[in-house]
């Protein structure tokens, strides 16, 4: 597949070598310019663009950039992506140590993921954000390993959660169904899913266990 990726910190990162790795075709981008990602760009084989060109054709776009940074995400993000795109949101919310307070998430109920939705304009599925990136190189195994880890997916459009799921999978994880964005605080952190490396089973139990309120030290 064509894929763009816009953030290439940890996650952004390590999903453009493996992904690349795969065979699909990677776009990546930062805030500070194509020029900084050239050695990303020479040791992966993906092409490093400006953000306002990351998603031109692609079939799946990764949002991977700090919550605080979404506002200030060029408009226009995804014109000329591919038919029946869909967008993988990666984001979470830490006011304390990085984001400042959001009201609208804080105060007005919003899961993280509906917020960076409403500004990016797009549907989002939520996955990678409790998975430790280095985990992404180094604990890929084959479907039925019994040492396979599980990643949630949340998303309100099944088709675009399958395109997701399927791709986690080729990337050597399982994935359990984690409900609608509304739903999505079941993995957001502080639950008891996020950071966990276990199989379906678990992580299905994990998000079961999951309480609505916001955790203080994930509060502003």
């Given at each position: 597949?064509?894929?763009?990726?816009?953030?290439?910190?940890?996650?952004?990162g390590n999903l453009t070598?493996?992904?690349?790795?795969?065979?699909?075709?990677?776009?990546?981008a930062n805030s500070r310019?194509?020029?900084?990602?050239?050695?990303?760009?020479?040791?992966?084989?993906?092409?490093?663009v400006d953000a306002r060109d990351a998603a031109r054709d692609a079939e799946v776009v990764v949002v991977t950039v700090p919550l605080k940074r979404v506002p200030d995400l060029?408009?226009?993000?995804?014109d000329g992506a591919a038919d029946g795109f869909v967008v993988i949101d990666t984001g979470n919310y830490y006011p304390r140590e990085r984001d400042g307070r959001i009201p609208e998430i804080?105060?007005?109920?919003?899961?993280?993921s509906r917020w960076t939705e409403r500004h990016v304009g797009h549907p989002v599925v939520k996955a990678f954000?409790?998975?430790?990136?280095?985990?992404?190189?180094?604990?890929?195994?084959?479907a039925?390993?019994?040492?396979?880890?599980?990643?949630?997916v949340a998303g309100d459009d099944e088709r675009a959660k399958g395109v997701v799921r399927a791709l986690i999978d080729e990337l050597g994880f399982d994935t359990v169904d984690a409900g609608g964005i509304d739903d999505s605080w079941h993995q957001q952190p502080g639950t008891p899913v996020y950071?966990?490396?276990?199989?379906?089973?678990?992580?299905?139990?994990?998000?079961?266990?999951?309480?609505?309120?916001?955790?203080?030290a994930f509060r502003g």
């Open positions: 597949m064509k894929i763009g990726i816009i953030g290439a910190g940890n996650i952004g070598r493996r992904l690349t790795a795969l065979g699909h075709d990677v776009s990546v310019g194509p020029q900084t990602l050239t050695a990303l760009a020479e040791e992966t084989g993906a092409t490093a060029p408009s226009g993000l995804f804080e105060d007005g109920g919003l899961t993280e954000n409790g998975t430790y990136a280095q985990d992404i190189l180094e604990r890929p195994r084959p039925g390993d019994p040492e396979r880890m599980a990643l949630p950071g966990l490396r276990a199989g379906a089973e678990a992580v299905a139990k994990a998000l079961a266990e999951a309480s609505p309120e916001r955790p203080a």
